[in-house]
């Protein structure tokens, strides 16, 4: 019996169950060979360690749904996709989207919805980022920072006091202070001011910050620019 079939069968006769069972009442029921219970071995680790079954004395028991780790990739549309090592990407719904940021590492459990695998996000782990470039926009007596990544879906609430000076569509530099919930924006500081988005340094300086280049090189870096100019 290869792996994949043997977890299937596994789970399906602990879903069935009732109570827990111990290793060997699981071989037994599932007429296991001397060498598919050394494959048994793996694979009930491997469900244990991604929490579909748990220990309780010594003996297995079902859990229910997936626990996976992995990155938050987002999309314009408000919704998502989880990409997780050795499974295709997964669903994840505009609501649970709300929680996190494009390329958020999260701890995730793997439920169904209509017949279609989704995630409901159970922690982030590790945030991508704490600082964003962001244009500003006021809307019902609110200030905005509103991301220049594409791949962003959050608005940034600002304070009154951070947009006192500023016009609307002038580019900034903002610090992430709370990040999101399923039920609460983001907030921001604004940490610098860079400037109208329509002049031509200013969207040098966007360009930069969005895709974290280097604004400084190695003296080799800059002796062989020197050499090739010459």
Not at 10 to 32: D, E, Y
Not at 189 to 209: N, S, T, W
Request: glycine share 6%; proline share 4%.
């Amino acid at each position: 019996m290869d792996k994949e079939k043997l977890e299937k069968e596994v789970l399906k006769l602990l879903s069935k169950k009732k109570k827990p069972l111990h290793f060997l009442q699981i071989a037994k029921a599932l007429n296991l060979s001397k060498k598919d219970r050394k494959l048994l071995k793996k694979v009930m680790r491997k469900l244990k360690k991604s929490e579909r079954v748990r220990v309780v004395k010594g003996k297995y028991e079902y859990t229910g749904e997936e626990v996976v780790t992995g990155k938050v990739i987002a999309y314009p549309g408000g919704f998502g996709f989880l990409e997780v090592k050795g499974h295709k990407d997964i669903y994840i719904p505009p609501f649970e989207m709300m929680k996190v940021f494009h390329g958020d590492e999260v701890k995730a459990r793997i439920t169904e919805f209509r017949g279609k695998k989704e995630v409901r996000i159970l922690r982030v782990l590790k945030r991508a980022k704490k600082d964003i470039v962001a244009k500003i926009a006021f809307e019902d007596d609110k200030c905005y920072a509103i991301p220049l990544d594409d791949n962003a879906h959050h608005k940034i609430l600002l304070s009154k006091k951070d947009c006192s000076k500023l016009d609307q569509n002038v580019v900034v530099a903002v610090k992430i202070t709370r990040f999101p919930g399923k039920k609460s924006l983001p907030r921001g500081k604004v940490v610098e001011i860079l400037g109208d988005p329509q002049k031509k340094f200013v969207a040098i300086d966007v360009i930069i910050r969005k895709y974290n280049l280097p604004t400084t090189y190695p003296e080799r870096v800059l002796k062989e620019v020197e050499e090739i100019s010459d």
